[in-house]
């Protein structure tokens, strides 16, 4: 590299790309993460787009890669996809609901050189399992999991929590436990997309975050090293903001289905701000000279109470996202801070959370399901 | 698991990757949704280990390369750190 070229500021290289193959998914969850108008945007990129992206992303110097969506096996070129990203040396990770993985395809998979898969359950029973995706899969699942262990994957387990299914937290873990997991995620819902319009049927109470914390240490407690468990706390209960993306710009880079290119999944409903798309731009350019990506980098932008933190270093002013939709404002403190003015608009949520009997919002608006029909009607809104 | 001595044959657990990567001018270890960037001497200890030569052999290995140095100590404590990590396993 040239001196000219240089830059002190310039930041790292991109280690994680997350490919969101497709917005297409058999499952109908209530906490999808994927915007809730994804009906709006435009086609899928092409095979060729995303080799492209995959050899560009590498060349940047990209190391983790994720296939996620949507569901991603209802991309037909997913093998192909594998085999590229293994042959230029990412460690591949498949992150799916297990809907579409036959013995032919996982065969495919570990040929092709996919690292690993990580597969998601909404719950250990199979009526509310089924229920929250709206689509009857649980046996599916059970199946591919047996599938992942006969393919020597390591087996990784992702549990989306809320307050339908916390309760059920040594379950779950009893469950991971019987199917050989070695890895088992027990992720709190982050509320954006359809999760936010959900967000007072998925909220959790305290009590309820207590308790399945207590029971997680307690089989922590009892299988050792044997699996590793991940519990991450709602940030809504926290007193500092998550470290979102461990800063913008900094490490993630997410490539949409329809190409465009973001510093996290959610960004792409920020008002303001325009982001590439693959289909126009370079990726070097994307992510060391787009405005999109040099909005939030660094602290410059920070306001009060930010500016002047002394830990602005450590959580670099929390999530944007959250930021806009909780305060209108995306250059705003992330209002899970209990210094940020905003403050309030987490407390109050948190406050009607405190009643499990009681379901909120039972009189407000029922579950909303994320599926077309749902979107088209959101996207008109 | 083994006991940690002169004759353990150290490999990579399952599912971890070591590889070069250019970009960070470093060894870097891989693992499910996860990377270590190891430092210097930690990526020339790795790179040797090839899942049949000792700890013993690593030594003398890298003894060779840097002439002089009295490595053994720095090595066998590596390796304690990385198992304790479950970066690696011994035979």
């Given at each position: 590299m040239n001196a000219a070229g240089s830059n002190l500021n310039r930041p790292g290289p991109p280690l994680w790309l997350l490919a969101e193959l497709t917005y297409k998914c058999p499952l109908h969850c209530v906490y999808c993460s994927n915007p809730v108008d994804y009906t709006r945007y435009g086609e899928e990129l092409s095979t060729e787009d995303w080799l492209r992206v995959l050899r560009e992303g590498r060349a940047l110097g990209a190391t983790q890669l994720g296939f996620s969506g949507g569901e991603p096996l209802m991309r037909a070129d997913l093998e192909i996809l594998i085999a590229e990203a293994r042959r230029l040396g990412y460690y591949s990770n498949l992150i799916t609901s297990g809907i579409g993985l036959n013995e032919k395809r996982i065969a495919a998979f570990k040929e092709g050189g996919l690292d690993h898969i990580q597969l998601s359950?909404?719950?250990?029973?199979?009526?509310?399992?089924?229920?929250?995706?709206?689509?009857?899969?649980?046996?599916?699942?059970?199946?591919?999991?047996?599938?992942?262990?006969?393919?020597?994957?390591?087996?990784?387990?992702?549990?989306?929590?809320?307050?339908?299914?916390?309760?059920?937290?040594?379950?779950?873990?009893e469950m991971a436990e019987q199917l050989g997991a070695?890895?088992?995620?027990?992720?709190?819902?982050?509320?954006?997309?359809?999760?936010?319009?959900n967000r007072d049927h998925l909220l959790p109470s305290r009590e309820q975050l207590e308790r399945a914390e207590r029971l997680t240490n307690e089989f922590r407690a009892r299988v050792g090293d044997r699996m590793k468990i991940y519990f991450v706390v709602p940030d809504y209960y926290a007193t500092r903001p998550k470290a979102c993306m461990n800063g913008w710009g900094s490490v993630f880079l997410t490539i949409t289905a329809d190409g465009l290119a973001l510093p996290c999944h959610e960004a792409r409903m920020l008002p303001g701000l325009t982001f590439p798309n693959v289909r126009e731009?370079?990726?070097e350019w994307i992510w060391y000279d787009s405005p999109g990506f040099n909005r939030f980098r660094g602290d410059s932008w920070m306001r009060e109470p930010c500016r002047s933190c002394p830990e602005k270093t450590k959580d670099f002013g929390g999530c944007r996202c959250q930021a806009y939709l909780l305060t209108g404002d995306a250059a705003n403190a992330d209002p899970v801070c209990d210094l940020s003015p905003d403050h309030g608009v987490v407390q109050r949520v948190v406050a009607l959370a405190q009643h499990p009997d009681a379901?909120?919002?039972?009189?407000?608006?029922?579950?909303v399901f994320r599926d077309d029909r749902n979107s088209r009607r959101l996207s008109e809104v | 698991m083994a006991?940690?001595?002169?004759?353990?044959?150290?490999?990579?657990?399952?599912?971890?990757?070591?590889?070069?990567?250019?970009?960070?001018?470093?060894?870097?270890?891989?693992?499910?949704?996860?990377?270590?960037?190891?430092?210097?001497?930690?990526?020339?200890?790795?790179?040797?280990m090839d899942g049949k030569i000792s700890v013993d052999g690593i030594v003398a290995n890298l003894e060779g390369a840097f002439p002089g140095a009295d490595l053994r100590n720095d090595?066998?404590?590596?390796f304690e750190v990385a198992r304790e990590r479950g970066w690696i396993e011994f035979e």
């Open positions: 359950f909404q719950d250990s029973t199979r009526e509310l399992n089924d229920f929250l995706g709206s689509t009857r899969t649980f046996d599916l699942k059970m199946k591919v999991a047996s599938l992942i262990k006969q393919y020597d994957y390591p087996m990784v387990l992702n549990v989306v929590l809320h307050r339908q299914n916390i309760d059920h937290v040594g379950q779950l873990l070695e890895y088992v995620e027990l992720a709190n819902t982050q509320y954006y997309g359809w999760a936010l319009l731009a370079g990726m379901p909120i919002a039972a009189a407000v608006q029922p579950l | 006991e940690l001595s002169a004759a353990s044959v150290p490999r990579l657990r399952r599912h971890f990757r070591l590889q070069w990567e250019e970009a960070q001018q470093a060894f870097v270890l891989l693992y499910p949704e996860g990377m270590v960037k190891l430092s210097g001497s930690a990526g020339e200890i790795m790179k040797r090595v066998l404590e590596f």
